[in-house]
């Protein structure tokens, strides 16, 4: 018998896991016609690249805040199970809008697209974001030897990414180019060893 | 060497975590044509959205139940190996219906759908009741700690679920889109923090 | 820092996993014209289902197997390394050749479609035997603890396996269904709790 | 709460389980219409086969490489949980160019598959030598028991392989088929328990 805390956090690396290497099967195989300019088609299909690109940037980024605020978890109750369930089902949902955003950014369909990939990042974060309010709410769930400080830290630390990945999904409306810029400037900026940076922002 | 019990119980929460992450496959990206409607295609695949949100929840809700029931488990034989196994056949294919429901609640097969969806999630239900059957009849697998109002108060908790699930499924002859709500609501109840409904339930 | 043994075991106890639920996507969702006679078309891929059991009921076999001689093994070393890894090669392999049978075995190729099949079940047992053999031949890997009548009695309970299976494989070129059911049987045979008859057949 | 090393060490080795496993989606079962020539047909895709057997065998070893160094790493900080995501952003795409390759490699794209193939191994061994050059680097994450002489050792056996991937995509643009039996052959060549010749070939 493994803890209660073990477990969790071990089958929900294991859906971040698995959600992140699905991304894969959404780029597809040039059909055989291509062959005679398949160099020229598997360049044309970079919005694929780039798309796979974020979108592991930013699984990968979740998985690493979501294990790092699992440490501070000292127990888990059912209405945590609850919330964690739906964390986990926005994160395994990413694959699909990568997909589509890929697949139209260079057609008329680039606004809906680009949209539904920053409402997805959107609801992704304020799942996120309730996860963490339950948890730390009058120190809920966390464990006794865990400062306040530290609590706080990643409350402040939290509310911008909800709030930058909801103007990235308003943007898509009027620039759908410049709000998947934004999605993938997110995900760099997030997984760039940026402490220092991250802190002033959370912080403003 | 891990404990027996801990191996499976990983193999299991795999099986699981994948079979749950799977889900997102069945929700396809449309056909380059639409690129003008895209928006208006991204809503009419709503019944997709929802068939994501009912398996996700009703999955999620068992490998709880899984979950909470294994941590009374002391030991595992050869039949509870193929019971698990059974269990998890039927788990791993719960995309699969998921999936025809999603493409055809709004078609003539309707009821066909709902059907399937139905008798899945009934043998799944079953298959977990012969599994802790098993595991608790005159307490074979049972650690010895756990007291016997534990046990009885599961199996009488676990009756109801195959009530509501094959109830269901006789209503998708006569209303599918009842029986398809039926099947969000039953998710819903049991992924809800409401531990004093459910008992309720289970004693009635 | 885990055990060697441990990281090797958890690594193929991921592998057996995924193979095992990536067995259900190979099970199509009829296309959208047969909405009108959905029910009826459910029931024509009868033999999706079939393959489903079969290949679900033998991958869970090969786990339980493959897990119970893994407590065993006290070391692994570079050679043991790549032969568990040819070994997973083939568990990863089978949805294939399930996919290939279920669509074919109502066909005019069935005899290759049931011949593939027990041509990979086949190489999946060699595979098994040889990692065995390694692992065991002069007690190479074995744990000290363990007695030399339980390596000798795994030894002859494998040999009727590969035998079978290479039996079954070359029955499909005359009687493709014949064959298909005996994959069906010995998954079956293997996975009900026969101690008894399984000894019985290993020392014929 | 397990050590940071652990998690993430069990994380990688979810993707690296998955994205292995993930190869056999890629090879597609054969139309309907194939049914009378499907033994022909099945032999037909043979660089499937082979392009399996190739990237099982490549994932496979790297994974065991991963393995073998992450032993020797102490701890974890945030730039290293970035290489570790680059790195796996690299393993998890493998299985596309594999399916590329294996689709091209008879027609006239099989310079321009052969080179995608090539240059994504070449990008996954420069990521994992970056990975490993940030842990060794004034032992910066290097646990304090390790000897220096292990350090330099892995340092020294990891160039080869960029070379070496390197050399054969440059190969992909004047003999394709050279370029795809080097890979495999690069493949069995670090698979095949022959610590003496890859340590050789190391100081050369």
Not at 50 to 75: A, P, Q
Not at 87 to 115: C, K, S
Not at 140 to 155: G, W
Not at 166 to 181: H, V
Request: glycine content about 6%; charged content about 15%; proline content about 4%.
């Amino acid at each position: 018998m493994r803890s209660e805390t073990a477990r969790l956090e071990a089958f929900s690396d294991g859906v971040f896991a698995i959600a992140i290497t699905l991304l894969i099967i959404e780029i597809h195989v040039p059909a055989r016609e291509h062959a005679e300019t398949l160099g020229h088609e598997l360049l044309r299909i970079w919005p694929s690249y780039l798309g796979y690109l974020t979108s592991f940037l930013t699984i990968g980024v979740m998985w690493i805040n979501h294990h790092y605020v699992f440490e501070l978890i000292g127990r888990v109750d059912r209405t945590m199970l609850l919330l964690n369930t739906l964390l986990l089902m926005m994160i395994a949902f990413v694959p699909f809008p990568t997909a589509v955003l890929a697949q139209f950014i260079e057609t008329d369909g680039a606004r809906a697209a680009a949209a539904l990939y920053g409402a997805t990042l959107t609801l992704t974060s304020i799942a996120f974001f309730a996860w963490w309010r339950y948890a730390s709410t009058e120190r809920r769930l966390i464990r006794e030897e865990v400062p306040d400080d530290v609590v706080n830290d990643i409350t402040r630390a939290y509310t911008p990414g909800t709030l930058l990945y909801g103007g990235a999904a308003l943007i898509a409306f009027l620039q759908p180019w410049l709000s998947a810029a934004l999605y993938l400037g997110i995900a760099v900026f997030y997984a760039l060893p940026l402490a220092q940076w991250r802190e002033r922002l959370a912080r403003s």
